[in-house]
Nanobody, 128 residues
């Protein structure tokens, strides 16, 4: 399983970015897809979760109402739309997956179980 993130960059506070996670050689419906992030000196934290390509979702409280996860099954790609960005959103953002575990997995379990496969990450920097 190979995951490749893209779309990171430098943006001013209040701005927007769209991160992409492209998965090689597998169907999104077979996996739970996560976005995590890690800021310097901080632990990695779960940001968003999507059960399959169109199942339940979950978001960290710190990003609810600002970030949205979506997918394009035909392109094997999951997106994370980052809006109203704040300097505290600065981090390396990682895409990760684990085997599909039902439509309601994300809404019921969120980030409880660690993913099995990770991408290399993409840097997001928000200036004040």
């Amino acid at each position: 399983v190979q995951l490749v993130e893209s779309g990171g960059g430098l943006v001013q506070a209040g701005g927007s970015l769209r991160l992409s996670c492209t998965a090689s050689e597998f169907t999104l419906d077979d996996y739970v897809i996560f976005w995590f992030r890690q800021a310097p000196g901080k632990e990695r934290e779960g940001v968003s979760c999507l059960s399959g390509s169109a199942g339940s979702t979950a978001y960290a409280d710190s990003v609810k109402g600002r970030f949205t996860i979506s997918s394009d099954n035909a392109k094997h790609t999951v997106y994370l739309h980052l809006n109203s960005l704040k300097p505290e959103d600065t981090a390396v953002y990682y895409c990760a997956v684990r085997p599909y575990a039902g439509y309601y997995y994300c809404s019921h379990y969120g980030f409880t179980d660690p993913p099995d496969y990770w991408g290399q990450g993409t840097q997001v920097t928000v200036s004040s």
